[in-house]
């Protein structure tokens, strides 16, 4: 099925370092969902974006949704180890109940 | 408190030996997905429930089939399970079109022996 183009594919960073991913993709979407995934568990939700240009944060993650309504940005500031996990992008265009996940990003934290 | 819960959370089963998952929300929400993840690839959608209406996908499997006998209930059925067939399964909720975040489950992983 479709998926969506997200880099870097996995990070290794300093614990306290900044983290960035990105989401790009060829459609227009009106929605797009930054999840967090734990070995063995279901995603969870970190932030939804609604509108072209919305920057919203949640704690030290911020999310923007991109003003082409093509791409997605996700940023953790100041990591530590419980960061570690795999970061998914999901996108949704308008008259759909479907979203399209991106490939995924795996962060580790190190200590 | 859960809000979308899934049972079992392992499941074991063997090559060709008919299998149920479910999944429960409390959220009242009326969209339900069912998604397939292997290997930390990303979820695949198999198909989703708006109401009592059904969408499966056209890449989705025959051996796989779903029922929803109420708003709170869905579950996956997997008629023949074959190898390629253990993965982890996600159950997600959403309200509806107008309220489109997307609430996962805590995923029930299947074995095929």
Aim: hydrophobic share 35%; glycine share 8%.
């Amino acid at each position: 099925g479709q998926q969506l183009n997200q880099s870097p594919q996995s990070m290794f960073i300093q614990e306290g370092e900044d983290v960035s991913m990105n989401c790009t993709s060829s459609s227009i979407f009106n929605t797009w969902l930054w999840y967090k995934q734990d070995p063995g568990e279901g995603p969870v939700l970190l932030i939804a974006l609604y509108k072209a240009g919305e920057l919203t944060s949640n704690g030290r993650l911020t999310a923007q949704f991109g003003i082409t309504r093509k791409d997605s940005f996700l940023n953790i500031s100041a990591s530590i180890p419980s960061d570690v996990g795999i970061y998914f992008c999901a996108g949704r265009d308008s008259g759909t109940y479907k979203y399209i996940f991106g490939t995924g990003t795996r962060l580790k934290v190190l200590a | 408190d859960a809000m979308v819960i899934q049972n079992p959370r392992y499941q074991v089963t063997q090559f060709g030996k008919p299998v149920t998952l479910s999944c429960s929300q409390t959220l009242n929400h009326n969209v339900m997905y069912w998604y397939q993840q292997k290997s930390s690839q990303a979820p695949k959608l198999l198909f989703h429930y708006y109401d009592k209406d059904f969408n499966n996908e056209a890449d989705t499997p025959d051996n796989f089939q779903s029922r929803r006998p109420n708003t709170s209930f869905c579950f996956l059925d997997i008629r023949s399970p074959g190898l390629g067939d253990a993965a982890m399964y996600l159950c997600a909720t959403s309200r509806s079109p107008i309220t489109e975040t997307q609430y996962f489950g805590p995923g029930t992983r299947l074995l095929v022996l």
